[in-house]
């Protein structure tokens, strides 16, 4: 299977050129966009085509970075057409533009884009996507994730119910009712999000009985991110693998997103990094996951790492050449993720690496994952490094940590306390 960048184009210059392919069945439409990104054709070599039946033959015969679909067209829509352009080149990031009255539509065919776009979408959100990808394709594809991910194949894609989460906020109008009854359609979904919502690492008084109910609660946002995760998971294909366990690690994932909301305030975080923190905590370690259930060979890194006492980030960098955080990180980009939780998630080991100057959504993350690797990890023979004190003191942080610890183990211990009253 060729890789987008694979095929030339013939002259060097050309060869560098991204590939983008753009599928409408409304001549105007497809017009408009030939116009509107007319003075991108330097950089991009743009195919514009009306028939999703031709265009998915052109995929099967040249490769392409990026594919971007209408979703209503005749013959095949554009769900079903992304999903044939997945399973020829899964590399290609694949865009859908929908319109909002087509939202049950995008809910069959979220499975096969990777993101989104409302309709009628305007140049700046669609050229920023667009370079989004390539952005962090860059930062991240490098030549080895590319290989790595060629290799895991089909990426998981994200949440049907999340994306109808986020039109609903971004209707100007969002309501906690709706969104209750976005996730309580989807009875298996809801029945998770309020076992982990009535579970110990909230520490709620109330026993929460609906998704509305949990939408007031915690909020929105952190209900939206509890979708997400209980989406990725729990799905099928992800079990345990050499003793990496889904249960630990997404009980570690929460205990690290929970406990850096809390470091966040500490460190002066405003109210929208400390819900992107929490995010990012859920999805910190989220490539572990992707590697554990695809890659065949991380079985291996698992068990070198418990039997050589080394940390998982450093087996990963040896063996691999890259480590679960771009994997993790490459994922959420081509979910449309972007700034400080991407950065959180690729430097969650390497915070020095971030260009960052302040302390932001990363050192809440960096710190609360060192603690928690420290006072309950997700595997007790595997070695965890410490937080890293350079990075620290160049943010004005070095004394932090004794409290940070405390904030952490109170975490925790509430968390067992709850455990326990309810005989778990
Ligand atoms: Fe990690
Ligand atoms: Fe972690």
Redesign the pocket.
Known sequence: MASPSAKSSGSPAAAQRRRLLFVDDEPNVISGLRRMLHKHSDAWDMQFMTNAAEALERVGRESFDVVVSDMRMPGMDGGTFLAKVAAQCPQTVRFILSGNSEFHLICKSVGSAHQCLAKPCSYETLVNAINRSFRMGDALRDKILKTLVSQIGSLPSISAIYQEIMAEMGSGDPSVKRIGEIISRDIAMSAKVLQLVNSAFFGLATHVESPQHAAVLLGINTLKSLVMAVHIFHQAGFEDHAGLSIDKLSE?SID?GMSAQKIGRLIGLNDTEVQDVFMAGLF??IGKLILAAKLPAYRDIILHCRKKACSMYRAEAEKLGVSHSQVGAYLLSLWGFQGSILEAVLY?HRPNESHETAANVLTAIHVA?AM??EIDP?DRDILTEPADQTYLEKKGLSDILPECRKICRDYKINACKVTQSEGL
């Open positions: 570690h690290v910190h370690d969650h994952n928690m690797n997700p």
